[in-house]
Nanobody, 118 residues
Framework: QVQLVESGGGLVQAGGSLRLSCAAS????????MGWFRQPPGKEREWVAT????????AYVDSVKGRFTVSRDNAKNTVHLQMNSLKPEDTAVYYC???????????WGQGTQVTVSS
C-alpha cells in the first residue's frame, strides 16, 4: 500500500513557474511508475506526465511538452513536476499517482490546486 501526498500548488500569474512535489510512503518507491494527472474545473481528469521507476524515461501530454519536467528522487521517495511558462489553461487540481509495472495507476494523492491567472 502506497500513500501519496502532493504539495507545492498555489496561485501564479501566467508565464510563471511552480514546482509540485509528491511524497510517497509505504512501498518500494523505485518499483513504481509515477504519473501526474490534472483535473481542470468542470472537466475530466487528464494525464500530464509519467516517469519510470528508475527515472530513465519520461513522457508528456503534448500541451505541456517543453514547459513541464517530471523528475524523481528515489532516495527521498519523491517525484516532482516542474511547471514553467504556465498558462491559464493549466489551472487544475494536480494529482500524483503510482503504478506497478504493467498495472494501472491505483494509488492516488489527494491533489493540489494550481491556479494560473491571466
Amino acid at each position: 500500500q502506497v500513500q501519496l501526498v502532493e504539495s507545492g500548488g498555489g496561485l501564479v500569474q501566467a508565464g510563471g513557474s511552480l514546482r509540485l512535489s509528491c511524497a510517497a510512503s509505504g512501498g518500494t518507491f523505485s518499483s513504481y511508475r509515477m504519473g501526474w494527472f490534472r483535473q481542470p474545473p468542470g472537466k475530466e481528469r487528464e494525464w500530464v506526465a509519467t516517469i519510470t521507476g528508475r527515472g530513465d524515461s519520461t513522457a508528456y501530454v503534448d500541451s505541456v511538452k517543453g514547459r513541464f519536467t517530471v523528475s524523481r528522487d528515489n532516495a527521498k521517495n519523491t517525484v516532482h513536476l516542474q511547471m514553467n511558462s504556465l498558462k491559464p489553461e493549466d489551472t487544475a487540481v494536480y494529482y500524483c499517482a503510482a503504478a506497478l509495472p504493467l498495472q494501472r495507476y491505483n494509488y492516488w494523492g489527494q491533489g493540489t490546486q494550481v491556479t494560473v491567472s491571466s
